[in-house]
């Protein structure tokens, strides 16, 4: 079964960037059978889609968080990634990456967490 493995660092400071990166174990992440996605949690809330690559590179985001997110991947190294821009506090979550399965999101990593403080 494919696993997914998130990392990164765990604190940014205000106004900088959060970068994350999200390793497959096996596979190919550019089949047309799978999605990958960035999905985030803040303390005492649900979970929040941020945006997803498809198989082809195109890319998906959730528009409130638009302007500021950017998903990538280097397909060699089985690794999608998640840029945050302008980080505020409220951007304090765990952090996970999934793959999608024809809308389901049947594989999970296990959640990063990362804090936005000065």
């Known amino acids: 079964q494919v696993q997914l493995q998130e990392s990164g660092p765990g604190m940014v400071k205000p106004s900088q960037t959060l970068s994350l990166t999200c390793t497959v174990s096996?596979?190919?992440?550019?089949?047309?059978?799978?999605?990958w996605t960035w999905i985030r949690q803040p303390p005492g809330k649900g979970l929040e889609w941020m945006g997803a690559i498809a198989y082809d590179g195109s890319t998906y985001y959730n528009p409130s968080l638009k302007s500021r997110t950017s998903i990538s991947r280097e397909a060699s190294k089985r690794q999608f990634s998640l840029q945050l821009f302008s980080v505020t506090p409220e951007d304090t979550a765990v952090y996970y990456c999934?793959?999608?399965?024809?809308?389901?999101?049947?594989?999970w990593g296990q959640g990063t967490q990362v804090t936005v403080s000065s």
């Open positions: 999934a793959r999608i399965d024809f809308f389901d999101f049947d594989s």
């Open positions: 096996s596979g190919s992440i550019t089949t047309t059978d799978y999605a």
